[in-house]
T-cell receptor, first 112, second 117 residues
Framework: SQQGEEDPQALSIQEGENATMNCSYK?????LQWYRQNSGRGLVHLIL?????REKHSGRLRVTLDTSKKSSSLLITASRAADTASYFC????????????FGKGTRLSVIA | ETGVTQSPTHLIKTRGQQVTLRCSSQ?????VSWYQQALGQGPQFIFQ???????GRGNFPPRFSGLQFPNYSSELNVNALELDDSALYLC????????????????FGPGTRLTVL
């Protein structure tokens, strides 16, 4: 079963605009990670935020984590056509041997 | 480029057949995990191998099995293929065990798209 739920399912914006994607999860986590996937190919790791962190930046990416609300957001600033992809949040649970649990993803389309 | 490769890229099989998918991890990565991603869904964890031993399994039947070899290669075997097995199969490697603190980043291969007719 899916742990995380991304919102929205799909998002279409103009180049240069900011894109915000949200993720909610159900159980306590060790960390939360965001991945990007182009055209049903492999996943590329974007950023990891630990349960004791609230915000993290990497280039044009900003991730927040609110463990009280069990939610995270991914902000991509000044979007480019090349950012068009599916974005997934994945939680690493506290259960030791269980690796990443992914949501269903947000499909982002950036129109030039 | 993650340094993780998978073969073949695409595969078409018939219901009831058996299939072997292959993955080559980054050198030095002791952990490999396999995921199944159905169309329009997120990846679902199948199982994980650490130093050639199965070390965690998701909600998949025993006809899904795996092997990990000392040369950082691994296999996913699926017996008695069903139509619902059609999916993208992803392997991911990491240096340590997922769940350790700090958790290691998993590096994903490009995937094998399996179609079962």
């Amino acid at each position: 079963s899916q742990q995380g739920e991304e919102d929205p399912q799909a998002l279409s914006i103009q180049e240069g605009e900011n894109a915000t994607m949200n993720c909610s999860y159900k159980t306590s986590i060790n960390n939360l990670q965001w991945y990007r996937q182009n055209s049903g190919r492999g996943l590329v790791h974007l950023i990891l935020i630990r349960s004791n962190e609230r915000e993290k930046h990497s280039g044009r990416l900003r991730v927040t984590l609110d463990t009280s609300k069990k939610s995270s957001s991914l902000l991509i600033t000044a979007s480019r056509a090349a950012d068009t992809a599916s974005y997934f949040c994945a939680t690493d649970l506290n259960s030791g041997n269980t690796p990443l649990v992914f949501g269903k993803g947000t499909r982002l389309s950036v129109i030039a | 480029e993650t340094g993780v490769t998978q073969s073949p890229t695409h595969l078409i099989k018939t219901r009831g057949q058996q299939v072997t998918l292959r993955c080559s991890s980054q050198s030095g990565h002791n952990t490999v995990s396999w995921y199944q991603q159905a169309l329009g869904q997120g990846p679902q964890f199948i199982f994980q191998y650490y130093r050639e031993e199965e070390n965690g399994r998701g909600n998949f039947p025993p006809r899904f099995s795996g092997l990990q070899f000392p040369n950082y290669s691994s296999e996913l075997n699926v017996n008695a293929l069903e139509l619902d097995d059609s999916a993208l199969y992803l392997c991911a490697s990491s240096h340590g065990l997922a769940g350790e603190t700090p958790t290691d980043t998993q590096y994903f291969g490009p995937g094998t798209r399996l179609t079962v007719l």
